[in-house]
């Protein structure tokens, strides 16, 4: 069942990718779309399996792979309860994206392709998740970020995109260069890529040294650091996060699949994975700690201030992933998993959503040219708003809740009940937590409620009129469209009525409102319940904390109710702001404009790193270029011995001039010359 689950996918992705044009695009959205949903109906019943507690641990062989000295491992299949839940997150997500693709990428000439992309990127992302040896895990890491360079680089026709692929490759493969180095280490230390093995000597190595950069080091401080380094380009947590917003620049769908449910979980999975390692190094897990913390405030500020519907979304899933790890350095590996797991439905739904209101706006993704959808496209509204509710983690304590209050309140409770650097993330995540309610209730607010603005959109207006119209200039411009156009956009957006998405879009939201709202409810015993979770993950080498997730439900009143409270503040701050009295977000720029720069700017980041990196790293290429190939290698190489020929044929063709006088001028040279020769050695 396993092999079938892993490689229908190539399979599928193989036949679609090689054989489009005999098959057609038809055939290649029907065999791709069919093997995944083949994938997702084998998946959940292992799934469900663990959660009732007659699933067990299993490893199964494919082949033979390396044999080379002490390096030996097979290709193996390994099947637990964390690898069935990454089994479910990514089957059913992908399924439901490659069914939504249907409607939303009907239009391409290029489907086969895209779809056969999309396939090879679940099978990489299924190889990574049932590797039993770290060797087999980085062949899966590679894949995805193969993969995903040629999705978010998709249209390539499209400068933005190009450059939004390249730098996804570049960023992943400095995160890459650690998990490299940290995999050689392991191999080093434990003699062996085994990940079972490695995780049964792990407590053995704690207190050793290894000697690192010249310096004596805690061994697994530098193993455990150099790992979670591939998990944070991997997982774009803050340093190695500037290519998650970019990669918007691809199709909504690829959005969905790559960086809201698989792929940037792919950090997550790795640390609760290699969970006993991190358990030898307090170090690697402050730091774990600190990073997710750090993560999950940074995002959720930039998130406050985007206009881009895609990009909010975006930056709130960094901010989500910051929730994951930093509950994983606290060492709710459980919670981390749940979270991971709720936020697969939730957050793919909100995309695919985002999709559809793009859909019915002409393209548009400006969310300042949105408004008053919510009776033009009703279901996508009410898809939006499960999404909404459920990340912004409405529900009440000991009552009821959607998908996203069980995991991240679950998460922040566990941090409380950690002690020490828990209660600082504890903290960040109720503040992170408000600002993720702003803005989430803003996105639904711009798009769906209030008056529509879409006059001002370029893409509304060449699609009515065939005219064109310029954006504004910068974020404060967009605060004057809002009113300026708001008495006269019905008379300029009569010509257009926004329509709802296919089925092929809307069943793909149905089902993933179904998850985020029960999945949260439905499964939150087997994650951080110590009883049913201890038992759930069994077997899975997972370091499940069962004293911890026992405090964790432990912890006083008020620390159970916090979350609710910031999260009706800001439902009320973004329903004060953006329908009460709109102009408040005007005034608030005018008052603070180097705070709302230094957001709007997504903390400079990208400006910071283009003067550290880019532009030397370009100046280098240009001296290695201009001065190294053209001025040294080419100067005195093949240009050289071009000019030398090209030389001597000039003189050549100076010399066979034709003229009977100028041959018996040489000869008479060639006289002379063997006379003087002569008269100097012989007389």
Not at 396 to 402: D, H, K
Request: aromatic share 14%; proline share 4%.
């Amino acid at each position: 069942m396993i092999q079938a689950i892993v490689f229908l996918p190539l399979l599928a992705a193989l036949v679609a990718g090689l054989g489009q044009r005999a098959i057609g695009p038809f055939a290649s959205k029907l065999i791709t779309t069919g093997a995944l949903f083949a994938s997702c109906a084998l998946s959940w019943p292992i799934f469900l399996s663990f959660v009732m507690g007659t699933g067990e641990a299993s490893v199964v062989p494919v082949m033979q792979w390396v044999s080379s000295g002490a390096l030996q491992f097979d290709w193996e299949l390994r099947v637990d309860a964390l690898t069935a839940v990454m089994l479910v997150v990514i089957t059913t997500v992908s399924a439901l994206v490659h069914l939504y693709s249907w409607g939303y990428m009907e239009e391409d000439p290029d489907q086969p392709r895209f779809f056969a992309y999309l396939s090879l990127f679940t099978f990489a992302m299924l190889m990574l998740v049932t590797a039993n040896n770290l060797v087999q895990m980085f062949f899966g890491w590679e894949g995805v970020g193969l993969a995903s360079y040629l999705l978010i680089g998709f249209w390539y026709k499209k400068p933005s995109a190009n450059a939004a692929a390249i730098k996804a490759f570049v960023v992943n493969r400095v995160g890459d260069l650690g998990f490299m180095l940290g995999i050689f280490g392991t191999f080093l230390v434990f003699g062996t890529v085994s990940i079972p093995a490695i995780l049964d000597a792990a407590p053995g190595m704690a207190g050793s040294s290894i000697t690192f950069l010249g310096m004596r080091l805690d061994t697994m401080t530098i193993l455990c650091l150099l790992l979670f380094i591939g998990a944070m380009g991997k997982s774009a947590q803050l340093g190695l996060h500037t290519w998650l917003p970019d990669a918007m620049e691809g199709p909504t769908p690829v959005s969905a699949l790559i960086h809201a449910a698989t792929m940037v979980t792919a950090g997550v999975f790795m640390v609760c994975r290699l969970s006993p390692m991190f358990e030898t190094s307090e170090v690697a897990l402050g730091v774990v700690t600190f990073v997710g913390a750090a993560t999950c405030l940074f995002a959720a500020t930039v998130g406050t201030t985007q206009w881009d519907i895609k990009r909010v979304i975006a930056y709130s899933t960094c901010s989500q992933l910051g929730y994951m790890f930093f509950a994983a350095g606290v060492g709710a590996y459980g919670a981390a998993m749940f979270h991971l797991f709720t936020h697969a439905f939730f957050k793919a739904l909100l995309f695919l959503g985002a999709g559809s209101v793009i859909h019915a706006m002409h393209h548009e993704q400006d969310m300042r040219y949105y408004g008053a959808l919510r009776k033009h496209i009703p279901l996508t509204y009410w898809a939006m708003m499960m999404g909404t509710l459920a990340i912004t983690g409405v529900g009440i304590a000991g009552v009821a809740g959607f998908a996203g209050f069980h995991s991240k309140d679950g998460i922040l409770e566990a941090a409380f009940a950690a002690g020490g650097g828990g209660v600082i993330a504890f903290w960040v995540g109720i503040f992170a937590a408000l600002l993720t309610s702003f803005y989430s209730w803003r996105l639904v607010f711009l798009t769906f409620h209030g008056q529509p603005r879409w006059a001002a959109s370029e893409h509304i207006q060449h699609a009515v009129h065939g005219d064109h119209h310029d954006h504004p200039a910068d974020e404060h411009a967009g605060h004057d469209v809002m009113h300026a156009h708001a008495a006269d956009a019905h008379e300029g957006t009569a010509g257009y009525h926004p329509h709802e998405s296919p089925w092929t879009m809307l069943i793909p939201l149905g089902l993933l409102s179904v998850g985020a709202v029960f999945a949260g409810y439905a499964f939150k015993y087997q994650f951080i319940y110590p009883e049913q979770g201890l038992a759930f993950w069994e077997g899975s080498m997972l370091a499940y904390d069962a004293e911890l997730m026992h405090l964790a439900h432990e912890v006083p009143t008020w620390v159970k109710w916090t979350p609710f409270a910031v999260m009706a503040l800001g439902l009320f701050l973004a329903w004060n702001s953006y329908i009460r009295n709109t102009t408040l977000p005007a005034k608030f720029v005018a008052q603070f404009k180097l705070l709302h720069a230094f957001l709007f700017n997504k903390w400079y980041f990208d400006e910071l790193y283009n003067v550290l990196f880019v532009r030397p790293a370009f100046a280098i290429g240009r001296f290695f270029w201009k001065r190294g190939d053209e001025g040294t290698i080419d100067r005195f190489g093949p240009d050289g011995v071009a000019a030398l020929v090209q030389g001597g044929t000039r003189l050549a063709v100076r010399l066979q001039s034709g003229y009977v006088y100028g041959y018996a001028f040489v000869m008479l040279l060639g006289l002379v010359g063997l006379a003087s020769w002569a008269m100097v050695n012989f007389l």
